[in-house]
């Protein structure tokens, strides 16, 4: 896949070139290859630059903004076959052929491309699959988003995710599967601080490692420029992480023996140490009240979210989709539990755009629509400004300059919420909850 180098004019009704922004009616952008080389105002900042082998295009009544992100999915997972055994998901990437497995991890890449997703992070993965789709991407060969890749996650033996083969305990252990995680190429370390609701017998709520630990995790991704994240559910093992100096926190949901307990002291930590929190809300965001997320009830949540809202936590945008019935292309319904957190739309454009590129390390490569920055863009129906619902709505996408066919996101199908509670419940009942 070649890269289209010839000079290419974009034209919409309205551009928002950052979360910051104020939006310009009748913008545009133009590129060059893989970059933006300006943006502004149609008639007096991209007309004056047409050349007669520029190629214009009028996207009519739609929104430009940046390309977002998705900092928490697992491309190597079938959302629609996770089975359950015993109350503990079988992850679908150890069961499939090496083909079929492959033709799922493109599928599901493009599904991203479907849903505004130019950047995703991959936190879990067996094997070195999802880093070599990754090659492929960044080479043009196939389409797809920018792919951070963590592969298997960093966990105690017989933690949570354990099978993917990231086992080490001690801080020389620790330390040895950190840097064979750096070694494979990975531009995130993702670690497991607490059990969770996946793998039976390793409760969300169990702090797993020591601060000690997870200081010699942090160092060392440190030392090679590489930025570290954990799924993190209980409020001890979220503050470890945090004292230990993680840069970012995946799930952060409080979780307890019987439900959730914001933890007022540890989020003030938190906000005081600058780590970025990704709560990992998603499709399950819409199914209703009873099982709204394993973790406790939709109202329990959306007050903890509130809650980090009001201590100006620094929230990005991840959905954890690849689990059990949250398809990559509905990546805006979790967008719906954080709005009803008090989340503005000006804010959750910053969680899917800039907010997310700084916590990535990309702050200077992408997440605005800015001279100098990567071609991630999407045009969405609707002004995100005024309302999420046109999050959901993409009918453009360039990913680094290149052109993504639209597949159209199909509804949810009408037993999603039974679907989402089967699930749920099961989760839970793995995790030794007693509903």
């Given at each position: 896949?070649?890269?289209?180098?010839?000079?290419?004019?974009?034209?919409?009704?309205?551009?928002?070139?950052?979360?910051?922004?104020?939006p310009i009616s009748d913008g545009?952008?133009?590129?060059?290859?893989?970059?933006?080389?300006?943006?502004?105002?149609?008639?007096?900042?991209?007309?004056?630059?047409?050349?007669?082998?520029?190629?214009?295009?009028?996207?009519?009544?739609?929104?430009?903004?940046?390309?977002?992100?998705?900092?928490?999915?697992?491309?190597?997972?079938?959302?629609?076959?996770?089975?359950?055994?015993?109350?503990?998901?079988?992850?679908?990437?150890?069961?499939?052929?090496?083909?079929?497995?492959?033709?799922?991890?493109?599928?599901?890449?493009?599904?991203?491309?479907?849903?505004?997703?130019?950047?995703?992070?991959?936190?879990?993965?067996?094997?070195?699959?999802?880093?070599?789709?990754?090659?492929?991407?960044?080479?043009?060969?196939?389409?797809?988003?920018?792919?951070?890749?963590?592969?298997?996650?960093?966990?105690?033996?017989?933690?949570?995710?354990?099978?993917?083969?990231?086992?080490?305990?001690?801080?020389?252990?620790?330390?040895?599967?950190?840097?064979?995680?750096?070694?494979?190429?990975?531009?995130?370390?993702?670690?497991?601080?607490?059990?969770?609701?996946?793998?039976?017998?390793?409760?969300?709520?169990?702090?797993?490692?020591?601060?000690?630990?997870?200081?010699?995790?942090?160092?060392?991704?440190?030392?090679?420029?590489?930025?570290?994240?954990?799924?993190?559910?209980?409020?001890?093992?979220?503050?470890?992480?945090?004292?230990?100096?993680?840069?970012?926190?995946?799930?952060?949901?409080?979780?307890?023996?019987?439900?959730?307990?914001?933890?007022?002291?540890?989020?003030?930590?938190?906000?005081?140490?600058?780590?970025?929190?990704?709560?990992?809300?998603?499709?399950?965001?819409?199914?209703?009240?009873?099982?709204?997320?394993?973790?406790?009830?939709?109202?329990?949540?959306?007050?903890?979210?509130?809650?980090?809202?009001?201590?100006?936590?620094?929230?990005?945008?991840?959905?954890?989709?690849?689990?059990?019935?949250?398809?990559f292309e509905r990546y805006a319904?979790?967008?719906?539990?954080?709005?009803?957190?008090?989340?503005?739309?000006?804010?959750?454009?910053?969680?899917?755009?800039?907010?997310?590129?700084?916590?990535?390390?990309?702050?200077?490569?992408?997440?605005?629509?800015?001279?100098?920055?990567?071609?991630?863009?999407?045009?969405?129906?609707?002004?995100?400004?005024?309302?999420?619902?046109?999050?959901?709505?993409?009918?453009?996408?360039?990913?680094?300059?290149?052109?993504?066919?639209?597949?159209?996101?199909?509804?949810?199908?009408?037993?999603?919420?039974?679907?989402?509670?089967?699930?749920?419940?099961?989760?839970?009942?793995?995790?030794?909850?007693?509903?």
């Amino acid at each position: 896949m070649t890269i289209n180098t010839q000079n290419r004019a974009y034209r919409a009704a309205l551009l928002v070139a950052s979360s910051s922004a104020d939006p310009i009616s009748d913008g545009g952008i133009l590129v060059l290859g893989d970059t933006i080389v300006a943006s502004g105002p149609w008639s007096t900042t991209i007309v004056p630059l047409l050349t007669p082998t520029t190629t214009a295009t009028d996207l009519g009544a739609v929104t430009l903004v940046p390309g977002f992100f998705d900092c928490h999915v697992h491309v190597s997972f079938d959302p629609m076959r996770m089975k359950m055994n015993s109350g503990r998901a079988e992850l679908s990437d150890t069961q499939t052929k090496e083909r079929e497995a492959r033709e799922l991890m493109e599928r599901n890449a493009l599904r991203l491309l479907d849903a505004g997703v130019t950047t995703a992070r991959d936190l879990a993965s067996h094997g070195m699959g999802v880093m070599e789709m990754k090659g492929q991407i960044d080479r043009g060969e196939i389409m797809g988003p920018r792919l951070m890749c963590a592969n298997a996650p960093v966990t105690v033996f017989g933690g949570h995710c354990y099978a993917m083969g990231g086992e080490a305990e001690g801080v020389e252990g620790v330390t040895k599967m950190t840097q064979r995680r750096l070694d494979e190429g990975a531009e995130v370390i993702k670690v497991m601080s607490t059990g969770g609701f996946m793998t039976a017998g390793s409760h969300p709520s169990e702090a797993r490692y020591s601060v000690e630990e997870l200081l010699a995790i942090a160092d060392t991704a440190h030392a090679n420029g590489v930025r570290v994240t954990t799924h993190a559910m209980g409020g001890e093992g979220i503050r470890r992480a945090v004292v230990a100096g993680f840069d970012s926190i995946e799930h952060c949901s409080w979780s307890t023996r019987t439900g959730t307990e914001f933890d007022e002291e540890v989020a003030q930590l938190i906000v005081d140490k600058g780590v970025y929190v990704c709560p990992t809300m998603n499709t399950a965001c819409l199914a209703g009240e009873n099982y709204f997320l394993p973790w406790d009830h939709r109202a329990a949540i959306v007050a903890n979210l509130a809650s980090l809202r009001a201590l100006n936590a620094k929230i990005i945008m991840g959905t954890d989709n690849g689990i059990g019935n949250c398809p990559f292309e509905r990546y805006a319904d979790g967008l719906t539990a954080l709005a009803d957190a008090g989340y503005t739309p000006r804010e959750l454009l910053a969680a899917c755009t800039d907010v997310a590129a700084e916590a990535c390390g990309l702050s200077e490569v992408t997440g605005k629509l800015l001279p100098g920055f990567a071609a991630d863009v999407v045009a969405v129906e609707g002004n995100p400004l005024e309302s999420i619902e046109a999050f959901a709505k993409p009918r453009f996408v360039l990913a680094r300059g290149k052109e993504h066919k639209l597949t159209p996101i199909p509804p949810l199908p009408a037993d999603h919420t039974e679907k989402i509670g089967e699930f749920m419940a099961k989760l839970r009942k793995g995790a030794g909850f007693k509903d």
